[in-house]
């Protein structure tokens, strides 16, 4: 879609542990069981609209996140965002359609590698706490800018939260 309208794309690893107490959100499992229920209903009724086989509720969700987070990171400083992008959607395969455990240090590797970069040299890379404390400055950012909650499209003064609000996204990156 981005490439359609002649658009960049950059992916931002926050910590929505941060994001959601500070928006007024909660994390999922302080959530009223209502919503948890509605929740496994609407990633069900996704994953029949998209055709994407996704496990509704992955044996390692949530994962350790900082780990792939800080090599993402990392990976779109030093290398790129083409890379980082498909790095964080190898990760997010894996956790929701391969349930693998994303947060193992092995099993991360082997995803890194997957997406043609070396797997020691970026988990490395990635140990860094300059990665660390960058998504921390990210976070603060991305509150400060009103997101609030996953996936959220920033473009220009707009912002879209939810993978249904991409209709709208595409309309406003038509508008240039």
């Known amino acids: 879609m981005a ?23 909660l994390p999922l499992p302080k959530r009223a069981p209502q919503r948890q229920a509605y929740r496994l209903q609407e990633l069900a ?9 996704i496990h509704i509720q992955p044996k390692f969700f949530p994962a350790n996140e900082l780990p792939a ?7 779109r400083e030093t290398i790129g965002d083409g890379l980082a ?5 190898r990760v997010l395969k894996a956790l929701w359609q ?11 590797a082997q995803l890194i590698r997957d997406v043609g ?11 860094d706490p300059k990665w660390a404390e960058r998504r ?3 976070t603060k950012a991305a509150l400060d800018r009103g997101v609030f909650g996953a996936p959220t499209y920033v473009i220009g003064e ?17 508008k240039g």
Request: net charge negative; aromatic share 8%; with cysteine.
């Open 117 to 127: 970069l070396d797997g020691d040299a970026v988990m490395k890379l990635g140990a």
């Open 98 to 108: 391969e349930e693998k455990n994303t947060g193992d240090p092995a099993t991360l």
């Open 136 to 138: 921390m400055t990210d």
């Open 85 to 89: 992008i498909a790095l964080a959607h």
């Open 69 to 75: 987070a800080c090599c993402t990171i990392a990976v």
């Open 3 to 25: 490439v359609n309208h002649g658009a960049s794309l950059r992916i931002w690893p926050v910590d929505f542990g941060t994001i959601f107490p500070a928006s007024g959100g």
């Open 45 to 53: 009724r996704w994953r029949e609209a998209v055709g994407e086989p």
């Open 158 to 174: 707009d912002i879209f939260w939810g993978q249904d609000r991409l209709e709208f996204v595409e309309k406003r990156l038509a």
